[in-house]
């Protein structure tokens, strides 16, 4: 990656879920004039780059069963209101990036509706469809469920006196697109044309794993190529980052055709940490073995982490509420290499456990009776007033958890060594001691040795590197002759001259 990439890639992505976010128009849910509200806010905390999830037209609360891809629902707003996100967001150095589901469509998608009318249908072959006894042959009636999809039977009617299902990985009123239809690819392109040209910087693609069926999925990698040189060809600095939720073996592949993917991995080696306070999964190691796998299919490869986002546990309940805890998991996600990416509401603290609802409950700006902002589209189970400290007064408070994040952030962007997104730079340090993650971040200005206490105790640990000063310390920890003293989930970071 060149320079002048690394200077436009955003160094802190921010997820919105848009429903829960903030409420411009007091209807109780969140809309796109209540993000453009809060950009200022975005821009004060650090964040370069925000990805949106799906405000088309849609049946659902959540919006991933799309009904019109060239529309915006009207809860959410107006075409309009978009444009207006777009250059505002831009006018504070904000990326914008669209969640854009091409896996699927609604059943309710005139697409659909069309294609359920008969196998003579223009539309039908924008579908999978194969007789039961096809289906039999094939040995793929059921499929197992997988973190993304608790779908086993992924075969469905669309008519009682059928001959003929249609696949929908995800739900029955999920339809799968068949992406061998040239016709469905360029409709696709045409869509991503379309939110190009109104100012979007990018794309967070939906399910990029099964954008063909699992009998096919070979297929996939080779239509990423072809989606991001058609997207390229419409914008030259066009990001996208897919959802490819599986191993690294398997994720690998991928980064042919999408330079980003989230880094799933990642995330639940930091969560385990956060829960145990062991680094069992080597983590330093595994991120190592991890980016040769990534650079040998693409060596400019970008790996995205996170701490949660709108499918999972919130790690605000992964840590019990803890916030020492809820530092540590932020100090090691803005330290270690990679393109992060927070998702709303972590930088307070909030909480949520499954079923989906919970963990995209309201943001809270303020306590209750003067949140004007606040969404109400459902009564919270984890976050009220009592149990989320609402932002105005973490703001005000120097040693809260958003005050935490916004240190972080300004620290990540200012030391080239922690900013570098591409390649990613990671060495393993000298230090021994199961107590600690530490970790180098090499580079041609100054290398960076963190270290990160693990555990609920005080630890001491030697430093065998020569470094000259400290640029971040929590309680002011120091290095003594070679020697740091951290207390419970504290981290140090040292600097080279």
């Keep these: 990656m060149t320079n002048n990439q690394q200077a436009q890639t955003p160094k802190v992505f921010y997820e919105i879920f848009i429903r829960s976010f903030c409420d411009s128009n007091h209807d109780g849910k969140g809309d796109l004039k209540g993000i453009t509200s809060k950009l200022d806010y975005l821009q004060f905390l650090g964040i370069e780059g925000i990805w949106i999830t799906p405000f088309f037209r849609s049946n659902s609360y959540h919006k991933y069963d799309v009904i019109d891809y060239k529309s915006v629902d009207p809860e959410c707003g107006t075409l309009g209101d978009f444009e207006n996100?777009?250059?505002?967001?831009?006018?504070?150095?904000?990326?914008?990036?669209?969640?854009?589901?091409?896996?699927?469509?609604?059943?309710?998608?005139?697409?659909?509706?069309?294609?359920?009318?008969?196998?003579e249908n223009l539309y039908r072959n924008y579908y999978n469809w194969l007789s039961p006894a096809q289906i039999k042959a094939k040995g793929i009636a059921e499929r197992e469920a997988t973190a993304d999809s608790a779908e086993k039977q992924p075969w469905h009617w669309a008519n009682k006196a059928d001959d003929e299902k249609y696949y929908g990985m995800f739900w029955s009123e999920m339809p799968d697109l068949n992406m061998d239809n040239l016709k469905v690819r360029e409709e696709v392109y045409e869509i991503g044309r379309f939110w190009l040209?109104?100012?979007?910087?990018?794309?967070?693609?939906?399910?990029a794993k099964h954008i063909y069926p699992d009998w096919e999925a070979h297929k996939c990698h080779a239509f990423w190529q072809e989606f991001r040189q058609r997207m390229e060809s419409i914008k030259s600095d066009?990001?996208?980052?897919?959802?490819v939720w599986t191993s690294a073996e398997k994720i690998a592949p991928f980064f042919r055709g999408l330079k980003a993917n989230f880094n799933f991995d990642l995330c639940f080696a930091i969560q385990d940490i956060v829960k145990l306070g062991k680094d069992s999964k080597d983590i330093?190691?595994?991120?190592?073995?991890?980016?040769?796998?990534?650079?040998?299919?693409?060596?400019?490869?970008?790996?995205?982490?996170?701490?949660?986002?709108?499918?999972q546990n919130r790690i605000g309940s992964v840590a019990e509420g803890n916030s020492e805890k809820l530092k540590m998991a932020a100090n090691l996600l803005f330290t270690l290499p990679g393109n992060p990416y927070l998702y709303y509401g972590e930088e307070i603290g909030m909480?949520?456990?499954?079923?989906?609802?919970?963990?995209r409950e309201a943001f809270i700006w303020n306590k209750r009776?003067?949140?004007?902002?606040?969404?109400?589209?459902?009564?919270?189970v984890y976050n009220t007033d009592s149990k989320t400290t609402p932002l105005k007064f973490q703001i005000e408070d120097e040693n809260s958890l958003f005050n935490h994040y916004r240190k972080l952030i300004a620290l990540r962007k200012s030391i080239p060594a922690l900013a570098q997104i591409s390649p990613?730079?990671?060495?393993?340090?000298?230090?021994?001691?199961?107590?600690v993650v530490s970790f180098i971040r090499p580079h041609q200005d100054g290398y960076v040795l963190v270290i990160q206490n693990i555990t609920n105790e005080n630890v001491e640990v030697l430093v065998k590197e020569k470094l000259a000063c400290v640029i971040f310390s929590m309680n002011d920890s120091k290095l003594y002759g070679g020697k740091v003293k951290l207390g419970a989930y504290e981290m140090i970071v040292l600097q080279q001259e």
């Design 369 to 380: 009776s003067e949140d004007n902002d606040r969404t109400n589209w459902r009564k919270p």
């Design 238 to 243: 066009v990001y996208i980052v897919g959802e």
């Design 85 to 119: 996100l777009v250059r505002e967001a831009h006018k504070r150095n904000i990326k914008v990036l669209l969640d854009l589901v091409i896996n699927h469509t609604s059943s309710q998608h005139w697409w659909f509706q069309e294609a359920k009318k008969g196998k």
């Design 284 to 311: 330093v190691s595994m991120l190592i073995s991890n980016y040769k796998l990534f650079s040998a299919e693409n060596p400019e490869f970008i790996d995205a982490t996170m701490l949660s986002n709108h499918d």
């Design 424 to 435: 990613p730079n990671l060495q393993k340090a000298s230090i021994s001691n199961k107590k």
């Design 351 to 359: 909480k949520g456990k499954k079923p989906d609802e919970n963990i």
């Design 197 to 207: 040209e109104k100012g979007v910087d990018g794309f967070r693609m939906d399910a």
